[in-house]
């Protein structure tokens, strides 16, 4: 939609040289009477300036009319927003009725202008039936009594510029929605904010609360790797100098074994890690990694008080030279900070898990600290702090030593969850990430279908090509093109704004099917060498020899205007069924003419495509001046079809404006079969018909 700056006009279309803009549309509003006059002498001093610029006699006459109309798109190929009522059609007879430099209003216009314009009566009435069979009086704008306060509506504003971000985009081959920006936008800040799980995720578990993100979010973690479970190993590394200042005991044999165990399968999980996938198989691993190294510490931490039981000292003297076989039990509690630290790495077990874990290694060690342990300690803690004979240690090491680890092990439950929480967040945020490209890409597909349907196939190519300029338009000259033009002349009487049609819907429901039926004969493959160009009102434009055809170059010359008249055929076949079913009798009125003419797109924020020359013009005056059921052709485009089998019969010669008289001729006969003459026929008007 195109809106004028501050006179809230919304332009059509454009037809010709008639540039066609309504107001108070999609959004009422009270002045809308005001804001087209002020738009049209807007319109008419610009025109004047031109003359003093360029010194040509080119002018502009205005019409301004005031009524209802109804507003859509009709078809399925060359979308083209548009309005139709009978208002429409008088507010075009009041423009063809006006004068050059005058801005011309009918008396229904008037009554909303509020006295702000001097007018005087223009007699429109008397140079146009049409106004007259209508109750039409007419006046010119005189002079402007009030100045013009330009204001712009809010809900028009953002349509303005909506229109302009999307042309913008548009012109650098990249569709997007201007609203799926925004929500990107949005979702960028609330990741970087730190989005809370709240409203998807258990508080308690962390769990999400669709199972089936739940499912995805385990199913779509990182690929296994190994790294997470060499703590394990390295932990045991570290307790070395432990092992070398006791005898090997039978638990710590055991214990080695099931470190050796371990050790197996991780090395085997590593030359496999590609292939470890399944969440069972990790969870796995990683409790297998935790078992070993906590059974081991455990089962050493047993040895080591049982060594210690075994010969004691008897005596004074003895005890004073007697070496503990295990001097140092508290690095058992240090080893134990160092497992509890590698419990909170694995991220294939939930931290629920992985704080009962904790919390159980760190039980038991400090049970064995104090039950088992004890005595050791306080031996260490003696020897250590060497404290007064006659005053107790203050804070005994198997105590200290317990608390640290239940520290510990509380701390890194805290971390441990702040780390999934993180993890759950990156995972919601990667979702929506995603969700938002698959949206933008369906809304690039769905934008790039609507220009392809709105401008011929390699007009839109050219407008979404990346290498094209901001500024370029398209624009392309033609030497020998084929132009058709294919009236319902009966559909203004068909057309009724009565109740029983929904003043006027039900008529157009009606035409929009007809034009479809017409778009989709140009899937056909013999008519890939056809375009359609436009609908105004109930006529439908098509052209031949614009697109790009797949015939072979030794081909011949004008083979797309023969394929542009069976094209006209074909649409009078497919009235005729729609007729039977409809109980109608809608008839055609087609014209043709061949030559040169020029292409492009018009509007620099509205694309509309079209073709202009003196070759459309005839081909419309053909249409025209024509016969209902007939084809009517010049005699230069006869010459070039009679040798692709088409007879024709002379009608002779007419007038035709801007070219004076000009010899015509009606199609009648295809290779010698005579074809079929709606005309001939009696011309029964169309009744209006209601679809359920």
Known sequence: MVLTTGYEQLRIKILGDCYYCISGAPVERQDHAILCVHMGLSMVEAIKYVQATTKSPVDMRVGIHTGAVLAGVLGQRQWQFDVYSKDVELANKMESSGMAGR?????????????????????????????????????????????????????????????????????????????????????????????????????????????????????????????????????LVCSVPIWRLQPWGLFTWGGAGVVTLFGVVLAGATCLSSAVRARWLRRTLALLMIFSLSVFLLLDMVNCGIIEDVDPPVSTNASLNWTPRCPYPSYYSYVGVLSLIVLSMPTYISYLGKSVLMFLLAGAQCAMNILMLGHCLDREDTAST?????????????????????????????????????????????????????????????????????????????????????????????????????????????????????????????????????????????????????????????????????????????????????????????????????????????????????AGVIGARKPHYDIWGNTVNVASRMESTGKVGHIQVTDETRQILEPFGYGFIQRGMIFVKGKGQLLTHYLVSKDGVNLELDSDLPVVPAHPIIYQ
Request: net charge negative; glycine share 6%; charged share 20%.
């Open 103 to 235: 801005v011309h209003i009918s008396n229904a216009t008037l009554n909303f202008l509020n006295d702000e314009f001097q007018v005087e009566p223009a007699y429109g009435e008397k140079r146009e039936e049409a106004l007259a069979k209508a109750g039409i009086v007419t006046y010119f704008i005189v002079k402007t009594l009030k100045p013009f306060k330009p204001a712009i509506t809010k809900s028009l504003a953002s349509l303005d510029d909506a229109e302009s971000n999307t042309q913008r985009m548009m012109s650098h081959g990249d569709i997007k929605s201007n609203n799926n920006n925004v929500n990107v936008k949005e979702d960028s800040e609330d990741f970087h904010g730190g989005a809370e799980l709240k409203g998807h995720a258990s508080w308690l578990t962390l769990h999400f609360i669709d199972p089936n993100v739940e499912s995805a979010f385990h199913c779509s973690g990182e690929a296994f790797s190994p790294l997470s479970l060499l703590g394990g190993p390295l932990v």
């Open 386 to 598: 060497l404290p007064p004979p006659d005053q107790p240690v203050a804070y005994p090491l198997k105590y200290s030593l317990s608390a640290t680890l239940l520290t510990v092990a509380s701390t890194l439950v805290v971390v441990t969850r702040y780390a999934e929480k993180a993890r759950r967040i990156l995972y919601l945020r990667g979702r929506e990430v995603v969700a938002q490209r698959e949206r933008a890409a369906d809304m690039k597909r769905r934008n790039g279908a609507l220009i392809y349907n709105i401008l011929p196939p390699h007009v839109a190519a050219y407008f979404l090509s990346t290498t094209r300029y901001h500024d370029d338009l398209y624009s392309q000259s033609y030497a020998e093109i084929g132009v058709l033009f294919a009236s319902m002349p009966n559909f203004a009487d068909f057309y009724s704004e009565e109740s029983i049609n929904n003043q006027g819907l039900e008529c157009l429901r009606f035409l929009n099917e007809v034009i479809s039926d017409f778009d989709a004969i140009l899937d056909r493959s013999e008519f890939k060498c056809i375009i359609k160009i436009k609908t105004i009102g109930s006529t439908y434009m098509a052209a031949s020899g614009i697109s790009e055809c797949t015939d072979s170059e030794d081909g011949p010359r004008w083979g797309h205007l023969s394929t542009l008249v069976g094209f006209a055929l074909e649409l009078k076949k497919a009235l005729s069924s729609l007729n039977e079913q409809s109980f109608n009798h809608f008839v055609l009125k087609m014209g043709i003419n061949h030559g040169p003419v020029t």
